[in-house]
């Protein structure tokens, strides 16, 4: 009865295992592993932040406040915005290694970088919109649904823009539905870099002076903290189609050249 488990472990270790060969597979395998890791611990703390930080400490007296805020929130960030990078980097590179390939097998290489350069012009120019938005969460975009719409709208258009210039005879479903979901990504790991982390620094210190000396936060701590709020939100829908492309590029082939 205690041994009945050896059976199966002499299988498994008589089993035969053949790794694939070649610099390319491994590569890819090693960007796939590390893009899931870091993407998993960056969406668990966004989570983290928008289902559970950001309400509970809003229920916390002041004093209290900005101990557990000097307490959590650094070493959180810390690991917030650096797997966001790793996340985005990998992705980015296994995104370059599947427009390759595409581009290859419709004999032009060159194509390559033609997509890139489309694929970054027009997500850094929907991100400088988004930006734009959140700057003026004080002022036109104060109401949540006003931003809520401006924002859907300039995500679906970049998104109809990418595909609509990327998709031809080469292209396939993966590299089509990673230009959609990267992108998104890179609006994401922009807003965590460009907004969200560049508030919470400040937040962070002015924290750790109420905490110290019991002062309290500058009146302007209200207005960066809404908008680091504003841009994790954000960061929080944009992340649900993000899955969704990022899964269909894969599992649900939708999407193809002209």
């Avoid at 070493?75 to 599947?98: E, N, P, Q, V």
């Avoid at 210039?165 to 460009?194: H, K």
């Avoid at 019991?214 to 994790?232: H, K, W």
């Amino acid at each position: 009865m205690h041994y009945a488990w050896f059976p199966s472990l002499a299988a498994l270790m008589t089993a035969h295992v053949s790794f694939p060969q070649g610099h390319s597979i491994t590569e890819q395998i090693v960007l796939r592993w590390l893009h899931f890791f870091a993407a998993i611990v960056w969406l668990g703390f966004l989570y983290f932040f928008n289902i559970v930080m950001t309400p509970g400490i809003k229920e916390l007296e002041p004093p209290v406040r900005s101990r557990a805020f000097t307490a959590l929130v650094p070493r959180a960030m810390a690991w917030f915005r650096w797997s966001a990078f790793w996340a985005w980097l990998a992705g980015f590179r296994y995104f370059m290694i599947l427009a390759g390939e595409d581009a290859a097998n419709g004999g032009n290489p060159a194509l390559m970088g033609k997509w890139l350069g489309i694929w970054f012009g027009v997500w850094i120019v929907a991100y400088v919109l988004l930006h734009g938005f959140l700057m003026m969460s004080e002022g036109p975009m104060k109401n949540g649904w006003t931003l809520a719409v401006a924002s859907a709208i300039v995500v679906a258009g970049a998104s109809w823009l990418v595909v609509e210039l990327i998709a031809g005879p080469a292209t396939g479903n993966r590299t089509l539905s990673i230009s959609i979901g990267g992108g998104l990504g890179t609006i994401m790991l922009f807003l965590v870099w460009g907004m969200v982390w560049r508030c919470q620094k400040r937040l962070i210190a002015w924290h750790r002076a109420a905490a110290r000396e019991g002062t309290p936060l500058p009146p302007e701590a209200a207005v960066l903290a809404r908008r680091a709020y504003l841009a994790s939100r954000m960061g929080f829908w944009l992340s649900f189609p993000l899955l969704f492309f990022m899964a269909a590029s894969a599992h649900f082939p939708f999407l193809s050249g002209r």
